[in-house]
Nanobody, 125 residues
Framework: QVQLVEAGGGSVQAGGSLRLSCVAS????????MGWFRQAPGKEREGVAA????????FYTGSMKGRFTISQGSDKNTVYLQINSLKPEDTAMYYC??????????????????RGQGTQVTVSS
């Protein structure tokens, strides 16, 4: 059974940085898409970034380019999301998600089958 466990969220002031981590278990092979999406109260889910663990290709929602960086650990079952220059509008629950045994990542970076419980990021001005 695939499980994803996020960590690293917290409360920070605007301009600060956070590094979120996601550890996946129950995933075999290295042709997987692992990514992050976020959801703020009263708002729709928003794709943030994804990485295909086979070749390391990364994908970002346009507005996320620059301040968000996704990377994978050497075991390829851990992914990280580095967020710099945090803004109050980044406040949301951040979820790690994955598709297993796929050739690529979904265009919206949201349609990922397996999802973690989320980690809260709160940015104060």
């Amino acid at each position: 059974q695939v499980q994803l466990v996020e960590a690293g969220g917290g409360s920070v002031q605007a301009g600060g940085s956070l590094r979120l981590s996601c550890v996946a278990s129950g995933i075999t092979g290295n042709r997987n898409c692992m990514g992050w999406f976020r959801q703020a109260p009263g708002k729709e889910r928003e794709g943030v970034a994804a990485i295909h663990t086979g070749g390391g290709s990364t994908f970002y929602t346009g507005s996320m380019k620059g301040r968000f960086t996704i990377s994978q650990g050497s075991d390829k079952n851990t992914v990280y999301l580095q967020i710099n220059s945090l803004k109050p509008e980044d406040t949301a629950m951040y979820y790690c998600a994955a598709n297993v045994n796929v050739l690529g990542c979904p265009w919206n970076l949201i349609d990922l089958h397996y999802r973690g419980q989320g980690t809260q990021v709160t940015v104060s001005s």
